[in-house]
């Protein structure tokens, strides 16, 4: 957490935390880098929509550095958790207070009965004889 912490306050590394300047000059450095590409000629791409995708890239890069973060800060997150349920899982079952007492009461009031029915069998046994 304390990573995740220091990322959001420094703008995820982004420059100037991509806030609306930033966001247009990476937009001007895909159209750079677009055009660059699109110029040399070794490099098979033809199709002049690639320089707008690179640049409408480049508006959204500040957010895919921030959404790539979070999904990784996500991941742990849901290790720690599955971490600590087997953990559990592998301990004890949780056990409440009336589970306890539940459990306990049958088996004296079971035995108290018992005691009870033989205490007075045995009266009746007397009486009898």
Same mark, same amino acid.
Not at 87 to 93: C, I, N, S, T
Not at 98 to 126: C, F, G, I, N, T
């Given at each position: 957490?304390?990573? *995740?912490?220091?990322?959001?306050? $420094?703008?995820?590394?982004?420059?100037?935390?991509?806030?609306?300047?930033?966001?247009?000059?990476?937009?001007? +450095?895909?159209?750079?880098?677009?055009?660059?590409?699109?110029?040399i000629p070794?490099?098979?791409?033809?199709?002049?929509?690639?320089?707008?995708?690179?640049?409408?890239?480049?508006w959204f890069?500040?957010?895919?550095?921030?959404?790539?973060?979070?999904?990784?800060?996500?991941?742990?997150?849901?290790?720690?958790? $599955?971490?600590?349920?087997?953990? *559990?899982?592998?301990?004890?079952?949780?056990?409440? +207070?009336?589970? +306890?007492?539940?459990?306990?009461?049958?088996?004296?009031?079971?035995?108290?009965?018992?005691?009870?029915?033989?205490?007075?069998?045995?009266? *009746?046994?007397?009486?009898?004889?």
């Amino acid at each position: 957490a304390a990573e *995740q912490n220091r990322r959001e306050r $420094t703008g995820y590394g982004v420059f100037r935390g991509g806030d609306i300047a930033a966001r247009v000059l990476f937009t001007l +450095v895909g159209f750079v880098i677009g055009g660059a590409i699109l110029a040399i000629p070794f490099i098979p791409i033809f199709e002049r929509a690639f320089v707008f995708l690179l640049a409408f890239g480049g508006w959204f890069y500040p957010d895919m550095v921030r959404f790539t973060c979070e999904y990784k800060h996500y991941k742990l997150l849901n290790r720690l958790v $599955t971490a600590g349920e087997e953990y *559990q899982r592998g301990r004890a079952r949780y056990v409440s +207070v009336a589970d +306890v007492e539940d459990e306990d009461e049958p088996e004296r009031e079971d035995e108290a009965r018992l005691d009870a029915a033989r205490r007075a069998r045995a009266s *009746q046994d007397q009486q009898k004889h």
